[in-house]
């Protein structure tokens, strides 16, 4: 049996025309994939929750979005506002999507990677 062994990976969301910034300051999200150990560890601190494993998988953002608050005061989004926010809700499910499409196992136990 062969099983490919998955490695960090980096994608550029597509959220809120991302992929059309300059390369230089396109958002860049690099996922870890989490082994059984670290999900049961998840999953021990307080019940299996899938955006707390999204959340622990998220190595770096760089070039993540810049908030502005009613007083016009910036701050870069961290992941927990990413997670949170209603704002950038499609983008936290696209990051779900791609997590989930790369570290899930097809049929035969193996891991296609994109």
Known sequence: MRIQILSDWTYIPKFAGNRDE???????????PLSGKEELEISSA?????DQVILRAISKIENPPILVD?????????KD?????????SLFYELVGEY???????????????
């Open 70 to 78: 009613q007083n016009g005061k910036e701050k870069k989004a961290t």
């Open 22 to 32: 300059p390369e230089n300051e396109q958002m860049k999200v690099t996922f870890h």
């Open 46 to 50: 307080g019940g299996f929750s899938f």
């Open 100 to 114: 989930s499409d790369v570290t899930k196992l097809g049929e035969n136990e193996q891991v296609n990677l994109k």
């Open 81 to 89: 506002d990413i997670a949170q926010r209603s704002e950038l809700k």
